[in-house]
């Protein structure tokens, strides 16, 4: 069984994250934080569920100054558990959050660039690194607020919001992810600022787990040993939400590495928190599984026999043992056996898990995002709309995003993709193209189908009986 990677330890608020800690669970509400008694609610629902930190999305100043209103309610109530702001786009709103949160994430692809364009910029060395002298300049007032407050950072980067001027040097790969990460962590490491926490996530398992090792290598390199934070983003719902979340964390979480992990399901936040809770504890046993697990290849095949009590812990054990090695690519077929479950059953798990680890699809791919303060629609039930409409699409790979903020960059590897672009308005993309702008809500799906089946000549691709 491997060894859990030794971190430096970030302390926020009342909990400590990384050293000998526990490994912590999160979980991000999902209401406007604009509204104060709703994030309360939701709040106590994650903590009485057993989330030890709660994010709220901070969208301007407003939001960041009603943190202050959200945690003073929260402690009065006898709910102590941090609070993090989650900053994108407007650097001065972490500073003010900064002054009412335990913790502040910040994304290096929009905190000082711009928003992603994907457009090809060319730089000199010289242009370059006055690049990076923006970003500190703009960078090192912020940590002095936090130094002043004792607020934590996560440093937090989503493949699917790289900024142009990384992917123009690096393209898409783990090491522009990576160095997008490491600009920012040599700032504060130079500022003696250690109360910092790292993520690296994507929607892709085989990304996500390639980058965070490679950080992991990189900061090791460097003499840094920030704890980490694990998460799949826009892993979707229901069983294949949690499949591709228990394949990209689990392979991780096996080898020692990680320190506080998310689960971002496309349901309330809540349920979250046992899906996450469920993958800690389930570490060890699956660690001495994955070992078996590769022991048993034979003709690019893994044969495992697993024991659960119920369906879902055979699911989330199944997909830790082996996420690791087909993301790995030690084999590419799996052969589940259980003795509680027929063969079709087990048959259709292992589709599910190889389709996570990106070895071979067998049904329609959902990019579906957990939905935030930020979403513009109702996530769930678009989620359900579309997917009765096009479940039977095999191999499609459909994003459904409910904000801008990591929407085209994650919906890069979609076919299509369903995007908030206001209150009420939809744009639907066809890859990175954004093909269809600001379509009211109540056209948007049947207009999404209609754009399938013009560029498949699937004419099966419709809205079910009675759902207008």
């Given at each position: 069984?491997?060894?859990?990677?030794?971190?430096?330890?970030?302390?926020?608020?009342?909990?400590a994250?990384?050293?000998?800690?526990?490994?912590?669970?999160?979980?991000?509400?999902?209401?406007d934080?604009?509204?104060?008694?709703?994030?309360?609610?939701?709040?106590?629902?994650?903590?009485?569920?057993?989330?030890e930190?709660?994010?709220?999305?901070?969208?301007?100043?407003?939001?960041?100054?009603?943190?202050?209103n959200?945690?003073?309610?929260?402690?009065?109530?006898?709910?102590?558990?941090?609070?993090?702001?989650?900053?994108?786009?407007?650097?001065?709103?972490?500073?003010?959050a900064?002054?009412?949160?335990?913790?502040?994430?910040?994304?290096?692809?929009?905190?000082?660039?711009?928003?992603?364009?994907?457009?090809?910029?060319?730089?000199?060395?010289?242009?370059?690194?006055?690049?990076?002298?923006?970003?500190?300049?703009?960078?090192?007032?912020f940590?002095?607020?936090?130094?002043?407050?004792?607020?934590?950072?996560?440093?937090?980067?989503?493949?699917?919001?790289?900024?142009?001027?990384?992917?123009?040097?690096?393209?898409?790969?783990?090491?522009?992810?990576?160095?997008?990460?490491?600009?920012?962590?040599?700032?504060?490491?130079?500022?003696?600022?250690?109360?910092?926490?790292?993520?690296?996530?994507?929607?892709?398992?085989?990304?996500?787990?390639?980058?965070?090792?490679?950080?992991?290598?990189?900061?090791?390199?460097?003499?840094?040993?920030?704890?980490?934070?694990l998460?799949?983003?826009?892993?979707?719902?229901?069983?294949?939400?949690?499949?591709?979340?228990?394949?990209?964390?689990?392979?991780l979480?096996?080898?020692?590495?990680?320190?506080?992990?998310?689960?971002s399901?496309?349901?309330?936040?809540?349920?979250?928190?046992p899906?996450?809770?469920?993958?800690?504890?389930?570490?060890?046993?699956?660690?001495?599984?994955?070992?078996?697990?590769?022991?048993?290849?034979?003709?690019?095949?893994?044969?495992?026999?697993?024991?659960?009590?119920?369906?879902?812990?055979?699911?989330?054990?199944?997909?830790?043992?082996?996420?690791?090695?087909?993301?790995?690519?030690?084999?590419?077929?799996?052969?589940?056996?259980?003795?509680?479950?027929?063969?079709?059953?087990?048959?259709?798990?292992?589709?599910?898990?190889?389709?996570?680890?990106?070895?071979?699809?067998?049904?329609?791919?959902?990019?579906?995002?957990?939905?935030?303060g930020?979403?513009?629609?109702?996530?769930?039930?678009?989620?359900?709309?579309?997917?009765?409409?096009?479940?039977?699409?095999?191999?499609?790979?459909?994003?459904?995003?409910?904000?801008?903020?990591?929407?085209?960059?994650?919906?890069?590897?979609?076919?299509?993709?369903?995007?908030?672009?206001?209150?009420?308005?939809?744009?639907?993309?066809?890859?990175?193209?954004?093909?269809?702008?600001n379509?009211?809500?109540?056209?948007?799906?049947?207009?999404?189908?209609?754009?399938?089946?013009?560029?498949?000549?699937?004419?099966?691709a419709?809205?079910?009986?009675?759902?207008?």
């Amino acid at each position: 069984m491997s060894t859990r990677r030794i971190s430096s330890v970030c302390h926020v608020g009342n909990i400590a994250i990384g050293g000998d800690n526990p490994i912590r669970i999160q979980s991000m509400a999902t209401v406007d934080t604009n509204d104060t008694e709703g994030c309360v609610a939701q709040a106590k629902r994650i903590i009485d569920a057993g989330g030890e930190l709660v994010r709220f999305t901070t969208q301007g100043t407003r939001e960041a100054e009603n943190m202050k209103n959200i945690s003073t309610r929260l402690k009065a109530d006898g709910y102590p558990q941090p609070l993090v702001a989650d900053v994108h786009f407007t650097a001065h709103t972490a500073d003010v959050a900064a002054l009412y949160c335990e913790k502040v994430r910040i994304n290096p692809g929009n905190y000082v660039d711009p928003g992603r364009k994907f457009k090809h910029l060319e730089y000199t060395d010289e242009e370059y690194q006055q690049e990076l002298k923006k970003i500190e300049a703009r960078l090192v007032p912020f940590i002095n607020i936090c130094k002043e407050h004792h607020t934590a950072v996560r440093i937090g980067v989503n493949h699917g919001s790289l900024s142009d001027r990384i992917m123009s040097r690096y393209g898409d790969t783990p090491e522009g992810i990576v160095e997008s990460c490491m600009e920012f962590l040599r700032i504060f490491r130079r500022e003696q600022f250690d109360d910092v926490v790292i993520s690296i996530k994507a929607s892709n398992t085989v990304v996500m787990v390639t980058t965070v090792r490679l950080l992991v290598k990189t900061m090791d390199a460097e003499d840094m040993h920030y704890p980490l934070h694990l998460g799949v983003t826009e892993a979707g719902e229901g069983e294949d939400g949690r499949i591709k979340s228990a394949v990209g964390i689990g392979a991780l979480l096996t080898e020692g590495i990680g320190d506080t992990i998310r689960v971002s399901l496309s349901e309330e936040p809540e349920a979250e928190i046992p899906v996450a809770r469920q993958l800690v504890s389930l570490t060890p046993e699956c660690s001495l599984l994955r070992q078996k697990a590769e022991a048993s290849i034979n003709d690019d095949t893994i044969t495992l026999d697993v024991d659960a009590p119920d369906w879902e812990t055979l699911q989330l054990k199944a997909s830790m043992a082996v996420g690791a090695l087909l993301i790995d690519h030690k084999a590419h077929q799996l052969v589940l056996r259980c003795e509680q479950y027929s063969h079709e059953q087990l048959t259709a798990l292992a589709d599910a898990i190889l389709q996570a680890a990106r070895i071979k699809f067998t049904k329609t791919e959902y990019i579906s995002c957990p939905g935030c303060g930020r979403t513009l629609y109702n996530l769930q039930e678009t989620i359900a709309r579309i997917k009765a409409a096009t479940s039977h699409l095999a191999g499609l790979k459909i994003g459904i995003m409910g904000c801008i903020v990591n929407g085209p960059g994650e919906m890069a590897d979609a076919d299509y993709g369903y995007v908030g672009a206001g209150r009420g308005k939809i744009s639907l993309y066809r890859g990175k193209e954004c093909v269809m702008k600001n379509i009211p809500e109540e056209e948007a799906v049947e207009r999404l189908l209609e754009l399938i089946e013009a560029t498949t000549g699937d004419t099966s691709a419709t809205l079910p009986e009675g759902r207008e």
